[in-house]
């Protein structure tokens, strides 16, 4: 699990949003542990907008003021099949690394939009299978990784923070989930310049599909697996 100290919240009022994200914090030890025991979770429809402006909320509430956070989504995002605790935790663990990599504050990007990955696409990336899918982005304008540990970030215990700081758990816990959703990860990241990560889910193929367009993907920069 990660989580901040309560010192770096901003407001008295947050109070509320603790609260709230120490009953959701019970909730994704249970989803952990059960994922740990090879139980992949609850699986609904849902909309990821939902847990971006969740996430937003609680990144607004508890990170510094000199942390900006931007999000964007279009209104017609497709539904994806998929355990909502289990999602949170993983724009949670990415947001957190971001905010560490900022220790001087900088912009918190939290976007997602619908994309078609083609079969040419699909072979290029090796994870990918055709289809629609939604995508998910977290960016941040922090230190950034180096190129020789970027392939090391999701082994399970690799941290680059101070002893007490950090598990190493983060990433590969967020790589596990994303895989269990049928999903895929890729990460591009300049050090000095800051990094993003992108989160690829299948999109639900019932009614969802119809509700707006896609976008072409882009191809691949630095990626890790």
Known sequence: MIAWPLSRCRQPGSALIIATSAQRGVAMVSQVLSFAR?????????????V?????????????KNIQIDTRQPDDLWTVVGDPTQLHQVLLNLCVNARDAMPNGGRLSLAAENVAIDAHYA??????????????????????????????IFDPFFTTKEIGKGTGLGLSTTLAIVKSHAGFIQVSSEPGSGTKFKIYLPAD??????????V??????????
């Open 38 to 50: 090879g139980v992949a979770g609850s699986r609904v429809v849902l909309q990821v907008k939902h």
């Open 52 to 64: 971006i402006r969740d996430m937003e909320n609680i990144a607004n509430e508890t990170f510094l």
């Open 123 to 152: 072979g290029l990336t090796g994870e990918a299978k055709p289809g629609p899918y939604v995508l998910l982005q977290v960016e941040d304008n922090g230190t950034g990784i180096a190129p020789e540990i970027v392939e090391k």
């Open 205 to 214: 193929t019932g009614a969802s599909l119809e509700a707006g367009p896609a």
């Open 216 to 225: 072409k993907t882009e191809l691949p920069g630095a990626t890790a697996n």
